[in-house]
C-alpha cells in the first residue's frame, strides 16, 4: 500500500496561487493513478482533479478548469495541484487519494480510490 501526506494548504487572499503537494511513501506512486478532492463541512466530497499513472492524461471538474494544474514528479514520488486564481468557494479540505486500478472509469467516484491521505485546509479569504 501507498501512504500519502497533503501539505501545502493555508489562508490565502482571494485571486492568490496555492501548490498543494501530495508526497508518497511505500510503494512508487507511478503505479498509482491519483486525484484531488476537497470537502466543505457539511458538503459531500467533491472531486477536483485527476491524472493517470504516467501523467499524460488529466481530468478536471468545471469549476476549477483552467485555474487548477495537476501533475507529477514519479521520481520525487509526489503529485502536485497548482491552484490560481482562487475563489472563497475553493475553501475546503483537500485530499490526495490513489488508485492501482488498471482502468479507472468513474474518475470522480469516491469509491475508484483505496488509499487517502489526511487532508489539507485551503483557506481562501474574500
Known amino acids: 500500500q501507498v501512504q500519502l501526506v497533503e501539505s501545502g494548504g493555508g489562508l490565502v487572499q482571494a485571486g492568490g496561487p496555492l501548490r498543494l503537494a501530495c508526497a508518497a511513501s511505500?510503494?512508487?506512486?507511478?503505479?498509482?493513478?491519483m486525484a484531488w478532492f476537497r470537502q466543505v463541512p457539511g458538503v459531500e466530497l467533491q472531486a477536483v482533479s485527476f491524472i493517470n499513472k504516467s501523467g499524460t492524461s488529466t481530468h478536471y471538474v468545471d469549476p476549477v478548469k483552467g485555474r487548477f494544474t495537476i501533475s507529477r514528479d514519479n521520481v520525487k514520488n509526489t503529485v502536485y495541484l497548482q491552484m490560481n486564481s482562487l475563489k472563497p468557494e475553493d475553501t475546503a479540505i483537500y485530499y490526495c487519494?490513489?488508485?492501482?486500478?488498471?482502468?479507472?472509469?468513474?474518475?470522480?467516484?469516491?469509491?475508484?480510490?483505496?488509499?487517502w491521505g489526511q487532508g489539507t485546509q485551503v483557506t481562501v479569504s474574500s
Open positions: 511505500g510503494r512508487t506512486v507511478s503505479t498509482y493513478a
Open positions: 487519494a490513489a488508485t492501482n486500478r488498471q482502468f479507472v472509469l468513474r474518475w470522480t467516484t469516491e469509491n475508484t480510490y483505496d488509499q
